[in-house]
C-alpha cells in the first residue's frame, strides 16, 4: 500500500510542478487519475474471475469426491448385506440340517425300541 502511495505521491508532484496551465493539469490529473481507478477495477475483476474460477475448480473435485465415497459406501453396503445374507442362510441351512438329523435320531431310536 505505501508503494501506491508513494507513485501516487509522484506523480503528483511531477504534475504540479510541470509547466502546463493549472486547468491542463487537473484535467491531465483527473485523467491519470481514472485510468490508475480503471486499472485497479480491472485487477479487482480479474482477481475475483480467477478466485471464483478456482472455488468452481474447488467445489467440482468436492462433488468429485464425494460422489467416489458415495459409491464406495454403497459398494462395500451392498457387499457387506450380501455376506450377511449368505451367512444368515448358511447358518439357518446348517440348523435345519442339524434338527433333520435330530429327528432321523430321535426315529431311528423309536424304532430300535419298538417291540413287533
Known amino acids: 500500500m ?6 501516487l505521491t509522484g506523480l ?12 491542463e493539469t487537473r484535467d491531465k490529473l483527473s485523467q491519470q ?3 490508475l481507478q480503471n486499472q485497479w477495477d480491472e485487477g479487482v475483476a480479474q482477481v475475483k ?3 471464483d ?3 468452481g ?3 467440482d473435485k468436492v462433488d468429485q469426491y464425494k460422489n467416489q465415497a458415495d459409491q464406495k459406501f454403497d459398494q ?4 457387506a448385506n ?3 445374507n449368505q451367512n444368515k442362510n448358511a447358518y439357518n441351512n446348517k440348523v435345519d440340517d442339524a434338527a433333520d438329523a435330530a429327528k432321523s435320531g430321535i426315529n431311528k431310536a423309536e424304532d430300535a425300541l419298538k417291540i413287533s
Not at 505505501?2 to 507513485?7: A, D, E, I, R, Y
Not at 503528483?12 to 486547468?23: D, M, Q, V
Not at 462395500?76 to 457387499?79: A, G, I, L
Request: glycine letters at 8%; zero cysteines.
Open 2 to 7: 505505501s508503494f501506491l502511495k508513494g507513485v
Open 12 to 23: 503528483a508532484i511531477g504534475y504540479l510542478t510541470a509547466p502546463r496551465s493549472g486547468k
Open 33 to 35: 487519475v481514472n485510468d
Open 49 to 51: 474471475s480467477q478466485i
Open 53 to 55: 474460477n478456482l472455488v
Open 57 to 59: 475448480t474447488a467445489q
Open 76 to 79: 462395500y453396503k451392498e457387499e
Open 82 to 84: 450380501s455376506s450377511y
